[in-house]
């Protein structure tokens, strides 16, 4: 599974550390535009998807990073 990797990796500066996630996760959605309404669109079923799963491991990655 593609896992993302930090980005903010070696900044000292935590102002400058936020700026370069903000900054990362606003070209992923320019380059991805529908990733974040499927991404929480598929969290909101009741039902447990593969898709569903895999978003939960994400988040969970992402969490603990």
């Given amino acids: 599974m593609?896992?993302?990797?930090?980005c903010a990796e070696g900044i000292d500066s935590p102002l400058e550390a936020?700026?370069?996630m903000f900054l990362v996760h606003i070209n992923f959605?320019?380059?991805h535009p529908?990733?974040?309404?499927m991404l929480?669109?598929?969290l909101q079923g009741?039902?447990?998807?593969?898709?569903?799963?895999l978003a939960h491991e994400l988040?969970?990655?992402?969490?603990e990073s």
């Fill in 2 to 6: 593609l896992l993302p990797q930090p």
């Fill in 34 to 37: 529908g990733a974040p309404r």
């Fill in 59 to 63: 988040l969970k990655h992402y969490a």
């Fill in 18 to 20: 936020m700026q370069t």
């Fill in 40 to 42: 929480f669109g598929e």
């Fill in 46 to 53: 009741a039902k447990s998807t593969p898709a569903k799963r």
């Fill in 29 to 31: 959605v320019s380059e």
